[in-house]
């Protein structure tokens, strides 16, 4: 098998005086999705916040594209090749569609392929082109999840973080965003992904780690913990 991409070994996170993560290992190889499942307040989002750099270990490291990036600044990691789309599809509100996407190229490696960058965007979500002039408040839920995606793809990212793209979103939509999701790895990107629809994240992903009272407590082939008893009564019961 291939190095790991992203590879996290040992971290602690701490807030003030509490934990929230504890001795986390977690393994990202090229082209996978991998994802985090685990309860409200596990420690998913603190962990990508981690991994990209706005939350500092205090123990661990974190090593992307074999580079150790502990701690690195995210405005670095975006350079060398990571980027995130946070939860709550944050978009620039009194900006259009297309200077929304615009800001997602401004470091000057992704500058360059800003033409391509946005046909690939908008051949993943035809309907940022049809609103392709109006301001990012007036789109829908579904919309702005579509932008704030978007607008990390415009960093040509070889790592995507997506901080659960489905929150709140309509059931059709929660299906779209998925199956985007499935068609951007294609594609050869990098995904990993902490998302809340246990179902949907372990049919799409390839490996998939349990996240619960900021511990790892399980991971595997996602296949497989779909079968697992305790994922099924803990995550997947009706």
Not at 58 to 80: A, D, H, Q, Y
Not at 184 to 191: D, E, F, K, Q
Not at 197 to 215: C, M, P
């Amino acid at each position: 098998m291939n190095e790991p991409l992203l590879k996290i070994e040992r971290i602690n996170v701490s807030y003030r005086d509490v934990q929230v993560l504890h001795e986390i290992d977690l393994e990202v190889y090229p082209s996978e999705i991998v994802t985090v499942i685990g309860p409200n307040g596990a420690g998913k989002s603190t962990l990508l916040s981690a991994t990209m750099g706005f939350a500092v270990p205090n123990k661990g490291s974190v090593t992307f594209n074999g580079k150790k990036i502990t701690g690195t600044p995210p405005e670095e990691t975006v350079r060398l090749g990571m980027t995130i789309v946070p939860e709550g599809a944050r978009v620039f509100t009194e900006m259009t569609v297309l200077d929304n996407l615009k800001m997602g190229s401004y470091i000057k490696s992704s500058r360059v392929h800003r033409k391509s960058s946005l046909e690939m965007v908008f051949n993943f979500f035809p309907r940022l082109h049809e609103r392709i002039k109006q301001k990012g408040g007036t789109l829908s839920g579904g919309e702005r999840q579509m932008l704030a995606i978007g607008r990390a793809l415009m960093s040509r990212p070889s790592l995507l973080l997506l901080d659960e793209p489905s929150l709140g979103l309509a059931p059709l939509l929660v299906t779209k965003v998925f199956e985007t999701i499935v068609e951007i790895a294609a594609t050869g990107l990098t995904v990993l992904l902490v998302e809340q629809n246990v179902h949907f994240s372990l049919e799409i992903s390839k490996r998939a780690y349990v996240l619960e009272n900021g511990r790892i407590v399980k991971h595997g082939f996602s296949e497989e913990l779909m079968n697992n008893d305790y994922i099924k009564k803990s995550y997947l019961a009706l």
